[in-house]
């Protein structure tokens, strides 16, 4: 299957400081991006769409100035958590759609754990 | 009411059991229909699509019924390998890109 990456795996950091968390698609473009954030033992939870080249679509009551999206490029898109505090910490993970593998089908980057103290 | 419904189990069943999850989802108009696994602290991964002529992989079996919004896993033959939280996942209210995640249903196959 298509392969997704996520860059950190986790991250540690303090509050007030900005992390940037990068999706990429290995080996196929992907024109649509998904995050989503999971708290424990709760779902997935989607916080926006991306689409290549242009603005992020929010769910409603995520800050789109606190959860910045860009997403520049067919394999790589980057969700930057301005401002952590102890409550952004969280699973964030990505999933990308591609052009040409069809169906609904979304894979999944393997996560970033995300830890503000 | 949740978009995607899912008993939380745990369901603990013994080596060999034929286990079946269900789920209901809210909007009428989803069109497609996924069952996802998620292992501790991981991504989730596709187990299967879900068919409305309801389909068949190995030991899993998955239904579809559009009337009841319902949906249905079963498990037979559970390894120790199955325990898992298994997701109910539908593609949600804004369009067919956006999926909804059902909260899972945790199984704890023991030996």
């Known amino acids: 299957g298509a392969v997704v990456s996520q860059h950190p795996s986790w991250v540690i950091c303090k509050s007030g400081t900005s992390v940037k968390i990068e999706c990429r698609s290995l080996?196929?473009?992907?024109?649509?991006m998904f995050w989503y954030r999971q708290f424990p033992k709760q779902s997935l939870m989607l916080m926006a769409t991306?689409?290549?080249?242009?603005?992020?679509?929010?769910e409603q009551g995520v800050e789109k100035d606190k959860f910045l999206i860009n997403h520049a490029s067919l394999t790589l898109s980057t969700l930057t958590v301005t401002s952590a505090h102890p409550e952004d910490s969280s699973f964030y993970i990505c999933?990308?759609?591609?052009?040409?593998?069809?169906?609904?089908?979304?894979?999944f980057g393997p996560g970033t754990r995300l830890l503000v103290l | 009411r949740k978009e995607v419904e899912q008993d939380p189990g745990p369901f603990n069943v013994p080596e060999g059991a034929t286990v079946a999850f269900n789920c209901t989802y809210s909007?009428?108009?989803?069109?497609?229909f996924f069952w996802y696994r998620q292992d501790c602290r991981k991504e989730p991964k596709l187990l299967m699509s879900v068919y409305s002529s309801g389909n068949e992989d190995g030991r899993f079996t998955a239904q579809l019924n559009r009337a009841s919004q319902y949906i249905s896993l079963l498990i037979r033959d559970s390894k120790l390998s199955d325990s898992a939280t298994y997701l109910c996942?539908?593609?949600?209210?804004?369009?067919?890109?956006?999926?909804?995640f059902g909260s899972g249903t945790r199984l704890q196959v023991q030996p």
């Open positions: 996942v539908v593609n949600g209210r804004r369009g067919r890109r956006a999926l909804t």
């Open positions: 999933s990308a759609r591609g052009r040409d593998l069809g169906g609904e089908t979304q894979y």
């Open positions: 080996d196929f473009q992907a024109t649509t």
């Open positions: 991306s689409n290549e080249g242009s603005k992020a679509t929010y």
């Open positions: 909007n009428s108009a989803s069109q497609s």
